[in-house]
């Protein structure tokens, strides 16, 4: 099977499609239909203490029903991905380099789906911490499970629901937030609280109305699929 590359130098804002395949190389595994409308995200994080200036990521999902991963940089630095599409799995790729030194989120992993079900990890996903003068940082990054995009209250439907949450919990203000952050929102007098990190709806490291407008858009059907 012929497997194509691509590497893109990106800016901070923008996100990178690791790997897309030609046309010839769908006979195997068909990827995500222009339909596709599920988002499976992965999010790392780095402790601010620990004076990482460099992270090495590897990520690979399954092909069949899904896209390859859109890595998104959650901090200021220098990107440089790459990836290759192969019979089974996508994989991708590479380091972010901060502008001074990583904390909090830090990157993402973004995969578009057919259905929920479709996604699945490969066995080479890792996220490795560097300090400055080049010596691995251990114990400094966190992750969580891939989680649907969109589901904040985990019943596996994104609705009017979780946009009320997402909407209640943006107009606090903005806030970044850790792997283990709750927000508390307060509904009709009853408070629940949430993991923070599936608040961010936009991906942008931070929980604002913007992740409330991004999710309305979604639920109306106005938006497809999120961007990120």
Known sequence: MKKTFKKIAATLSAAVMCAIPMASA??????????ARYTMRKVYWVDSTAYVKKINVGFTNKRAGCSPATITPL?????S????AGDVYYN?????????????????????????????????????AFKANGT???NSVRTVNAFLVGD??????????????????????????????????????????????????????????DDADMLNSYVSNQLQKFPR
């Open 26 to 35: 769908l006979s195997a595994n068909a990827t995500a239909s222009s339909n």
């Open 75 to 79: 901090v200021k630095g220098t990107p």
């Open 92 to 128: 991708c790729g590479g380091t972010l380099t901060a502008n001074n030194y990583f904390g909090g989120p830090a990157i993402s992993f973004s995969v578009i789906c057919d259905s929920v079900s479709d996604y699945g990890q490969g066995s080479n996903v890792y996220c490795n």
């Open 81 to 84: 991905f790459g990836g290759s």
């Open 152 to 209: 904040v209250n985990d019943d596996g439907i994104i609705n009017d629901k979780d946009h009320v949450i997402v909407d209640a919990a943006g107009r606090a203000g903005a806030n970044t937030y850790s792997a283990t952050d709750r927000i508390y929102v307060n509904l009709n007098g009853t408070t629940k609280s949430y993991l923070a990190y599936k608040l961010d709806i936009n991906d942008d490291g931070r929980i604002t109305l």
């Open 136 to 138: 691995q940082s251990y």
